[in-house]
C-alpha cells in the first residue's frame, strides 16, 4: 500500500469515476482488495474487481450469523462457484451467543434492539476480520439509507475498525450508483443474485430481521421493521451513525 494514500486526494481525483476505474484506482493504490460480500451490490463489486486485479489479490470474505435465510446459503455458495474464488466466511463467537439466548432468548432484538444481537454475530466477527487490514471495498450507496449514507464519499477513513497505528481505508465505488444502476449491471453481465430479490426482498438480512418491502416503501423499510426508521445500521458501517 502507499503510505502516503490520502482519501480527500482520492475522492478529488476519483469522485466522478466509474466503479470500475475507482477500483481501479484502490487496487493501485494499495496491491490488494478485499471485499466484503452479503448482497447484490457486493457480487456487482467482485465481478469487478475481478476484472481489473489478479484473482489472487482479491479477497472476499463474508459473515455467517447463524441467522441467515437459506436462499442467503445457496447464494453465497454460487457465488464461490461461478467465480471460482475462495469466500472467507466468518461466525460468531459461540459462546457470546450462547450467553445472549441464555439470558434474554432467540429473539431479544424485538424487544430491545437490534444492536447487542448484531454486536455479537455481524460487529466481533467483521472486526476480528478487518484487524491490520488497510483497504476494505463495501457495496454502500448513497441512496441505500438517506438517514445514514448520504454523506458517504467514495474514499474513507474508517475509525471505527482501523486506529492512528493501523489505519484502514474504506472504498466505495458504487456511492454515486443507485439500486437501478446495480441491476441493470447484473442483468447486463448475468451476475449471481439472490433469489430472496424476486420476492420483494430488496436490502436483505438476517431472516428474523428482514421482511420483503411494499411498493413505494424505501428500501432499508425491510430491515428492523420494529424500529425506529431513523438509523437503519447494523454496526458494520457504525461511522455512518456518527456522522448523522
Known amino acids: ?14 469522485d466522478q469515476a466509474s466503479p470500475k476505474d475507482i477500483l481501479r484506482a484502490a487496487y493501485a493504490a494499495f496491491s490488494e482488495l478485499t471485499l466484503s460480500f452479503s448482497g447484490a451490490e457486493d457480487v456487482v463489486l467482485i465481478d469487478l474487481a475481478l476484472k481489473i486485479a489478479p484473482k489472487e489479490k482479491v479477497h472476499v470474505f463474508s459473515l455467517d450469523t447463524g441467522r441467515l435465510h437459506p436462499e442467503t446459503y445457496a447464494f453465497i455458495e454460487r457465488v464461490r462457484e461461478h467465480y471460482g474464488i475462495e469466500i472467507d466466511v466468518r461466525f460468531p463467537d459461540t459462546q457470546a451467543i450462547q450467553a445472549l439466548v441464555r439470558e434474554k432468548g432467540l429473539f431479544s432484538f424485538y424487544r430491545d434492539g437490534h444492536q447487542e ?3 455479537i454475530r455481524k460487529v466481533a466477527p467483521l472486526r476480528e476480520r478487518l484487524q491490520g487490514l488497510t483497504v ?8 441505500q439509507s438517506p438517514g445514514t449514507r448520504s454523506t458517504l464519499q467514495i474514499a474513507e477513513r474508517d475509525g471505527a475498525f482501523g486506529s ?3 489505519p484502514l481505508y474504506k472504498i466505495n465505488p458504487l456511492t ?4 437501478e444502476d446495480v441491476w441493470t449491471y447484473i442483468r447486463m453481465f448475468d451476475v449471481p443474485y439472490n433469489p430472496l430479490h424476486e420476492r420483494g426482498f430488496v436490502s436483505i ?8 418491502t411494499l411498493p413505494h416503501q424505501h428500501e432499508r423499510e425491510g430491515r428492523w421493521w420494529w424500529e425506529d426508521q ?11 451513525l456518527a456522522s448523522r
Open 164 to 166: 492512528e497505528a493501523s
Open 176 to 179: 454515486h450508483w443507485t439500486s
Open 205 to 212: 438480512g438476517c431472516e428474523p430481521c428482514t421482511r420483503p
Open 230 to 240: 431513523g438509523g437503519k445500521e447494523c454496526g458494520l458501517h457504525v461511522a455512518n
Open 1 to 14: 500500500m502507499m503510505a502516503s494514500f490520502q482519501t480527500a486526494q482520492f475522492v478529488l481525483e476519483h
Open 136 to 143: 476494505w471495498v463495501t457495496g454502500q450507496r448513497r441512496d
Open 117 to 119: 444481537c448484531c454486536g
